[in-house]
Nanobody, 114 residues
Framework: VQLQASGGGLVQPGGSLRLSCAASGNIFSMNYMGWYRQAPGKQRELVAG???????NYADSAKGRFTISRDNAKNTVYLQMNSLKPEDTAVYYC?????????WGQGTLVTVSS
């Protein structure tokens, strides 16, 4: 399984970004996809996840600002990030969990700064 993430970049506080992550290879119909992030000097933390059925889960820091969605036909997960804050600066990693085994994307850098 390969995951290709895109959409990171530099944005001012209060701005928005949309991350995308496309999975390819041996993808099962039932899986769980989502995003983690890792800020400099900090541990990787969950941002949001979504099941193939559409059930979602968010970190408290993401609730009300971020929206996760997916297109099952394209095996792609999205993360719409609004009202971005400097503390959202991190490398964002997408992942897919299938039959108990995770696969990770390469990460995309999000920098929130004026």
């Amino acid at each position: 399984v390969q995951l290709q993430a895109s959409g990171g970049g530099l944005v001012q506080p209060g701005g928005s970004l949309r991350l995308s992550c496309a999975a390819s290879g041996n993808i099962f119909s039932m899986n769980y996809m989502g995003w983690y992030r890792q800020a400099p000097g900090k541990q990787r933390e969950l941002v949001a996840g979504i099941s193939s059925g559409g059930s979602t889960n968010y970190a408290d820091s993401a609730k009300g600002r971020f929206t996760i969605s997916r297109d099952n036909a394209k095996n792609t997960v999205y993360l719409q990030m609004n009202s971005l804050k400097p503390e959202d600066t991190a490398v964002y990693y997408c992942y897919i969990l299938q039959r108990g085994f995770p696969s990770w994307g390469q990460g995309t850098l999000v920098t929130v700064s004026s």
